[in-house]
């Protein structure tokens, strides 16, 4: 079985760990011309989602993960060049553990990014459901609540939504993310992905 994951920010994964984020988006790269839309899925440059439906994926998260760094080498500035070295019989922890490494050779927890979490000590796992292109803009105010954006109240007798609060949630949260390329003012074509909490296969 082929084991795939898809990052997440700390705040995202932990969503989706507790179901509360079902709802996932990706740039498509490259970005298709101007005239492209969905009538000419066919047509050159043809695109292919990398997460398709029935697909089970690993949350990638940042981690701890206890072992320690060794030096590789030096680099071309004759700085040291550090190496982690897993020890697997301690268990990966994703809340900040007390037993922190002194220093990168100590052995002890080291944060790592969630590039280097493998599929099998990943905590959540999610099965793919449905996947489709979309405009980042067309999104709706219930799918921002599957990405995870939480609705907000005013204080006055009824629940009353706050105009808009959703809205702005999701668009910082997007340009949080991807604003060095393609911001939300920019509308670009992305993957929508749904998916389900499974568990490990």
């Known amino acids: 079985m082929l084991k795939h994951g898809i990052l997440m920010t700390p705040d995202l994964a932990e969503k989706a760990h507790r179901g509360d984020k079902t709802v996932t988006r990706r740039l498509l ?3 298709p011309p101007e005239w492209w839309d969905t009538c000419h899925w066919e047509e050159p440059p043809s695109y292919k989602p990398r997460y398709c439906p029935g697909m089970i994926v690993a949350i990638k998260e940042t981690h701890w993960r206890w072992g ?3 030096i590789k080498g030096l680099s071309v500035k004759n700085v040291p ?5 897993a020890v697997d019989s301690q268990p990966i922890v994703f809340e900040l553990p007390t037993l922190l490494a002194k220093t990168k050779t100590h052995a002890g927890y080291h944060k790592r990014s969630a590039l280097f979490l493998p599929f099998d000590y990943a905590r959540t796992h999610v099965e793919i459901l449905d996947v489709r292109p979309d405009r980042l803009q067309d999104i709706d ?13 005013t204080n006055y007798g009824a629940c009353e939504e706050i105009p808009n609060s959703i809205n702005r949630q999701f668009r910082e949260l997007w340009d949080s993310i991807n604003g060095g390329t393609y911001e939300w ?11 389900k909490r499974v568990e490990k296969p």
Do not use: H, I
């Open 29 to 31: 790269k490259p970005q």
């Open 68 to 70: 320690y760094k060794k």
């Open 81 to 85: 060049v550090y190496a982690f070295v």
């Open 141 to 153: 105010r219930e799918d921002m609540k599957r990405e995870g954006c939480t609705t907000e109240y």
């Open 185 to 195: 003012a920019l509308n670009p074509w992305v993957w929508r992905y749904s998916f």
